[in-house]
């Protein structure tokens, strides 16, 4: 009768053991049923997070292309510092560093250098558009639209204003103020226009105007200003474009 009794708590033991196991067995699987389902969920959702990503960064630059003129070159920011560098050098050279030297009188040198100061002008310009088309062309746009009218239009106003203030001023004799008035008057354009095109315009913008009241200050010493805002900063400015957004 003792041998049965033991016997059958004995049953009872392994039976208990089982279904201990079988418990700890079923929690395990339970947990690992969770934690796949839970692992897979967060895959989705992340995949799916990432695909909203992608087509937000996708439209925003749908929406920037579609508003900004982003067909500007960083090489004509560089051709636009060298070449006003040589005018320049130029201008120091052949008339300002001894303008009695020369043989020419005072209206004959404002000539020379409103002519060296219009090559300048006209060089930069062209390279400038050859360029932005180039560019353009290479990223499959337009280069006129109504963008590139905007970004005409708001660079343009002081531009003008300026060219027109810097005539009046050689016309008047005061010389000496051009340098100033031409990298204020830039600058600010740079600052108008920067809105609708990359945002270092602004900052191009910001220095040139800080170096045009430098200019005005230290009034006789404004063609070095002037080399400094419009050779020194464009190279500096068109390498950082380049590297930044050409070489995509």
């Known amino acids: 009768m003792d041998i049965l009794v033991k016997f059958s708590l004995l049953i009872n033991r392994k039976l208990l053991n089982i279904s201990k196991i079988s418990a ?14 839970q692992s897979t ?6 995949y799916v997070m990432e695909k909203q990503l992608e087509d937000i960064k996708a439209i925003r ?28 050098a130029f201008a120091w050279l052949y008339i300002l560093n001894n303008p009695s030297a020369t ?9 020379v250098l409103l002519v060296d100061a219009l090559i300048v002008l006209l060089v930069t310009i062209g390279f400038g558009i050859y360029l932005s088309a180039k560019k353009a062309k290479k990223n499959h746009q337009k ?32 010389v000496e103020i051009v340098a100033a008035t031409t990298l204020i008057f830039y600058g600010l354009a740079l600052v108008n226009v920067s809105k609708y095109t990359f945002d270092e315009i602004h900052y191009l913008g910001i220095t040139e ?40």
Request: aromatic residues 14%; positive net charge.
């Open 143 to 174: 280069l006129f639209n109504k963008v590139t009218l905007k970004t005409v239009y708001n660079l343009s106003i002081p531009l003008i204003a300026g060219g027109v203030y810097s005539l009046l001023c050689i016309y008047r004799g005061d």
């Open 41 to 46: 969920f967060n895959t989705i959702n992340m």
């Open 209 to 248: 105007i800080v170096l045009g009241i430098a200019a005005a200050v230290f009034l006789y010493h404004g063609i070095i200003f002037w080399t400094i805002g419009f050779g020194i900063c464009h190279i500096i400015y068109g390498l950082i474009m380049y590297k930044k957004y050409d070489l995509k």
């Open 24 to 37: 700890f067995n079923a929690c395990l699987m339970n947990s690992y049923i969770n934690f796949a389902t």
């Open 61 to 88: 630059d749908m929406m920037e292309k579609s508003s900004k003129f982003l067909s500007l070159s960083g090489l004509s920011g560089i051709i636009a510092g060298v070449t006003a560098i040589v005018g320049a």
């Open 103 to 111: 043989g020419l009188d005072r209206s004959q040198q404002i000539e």
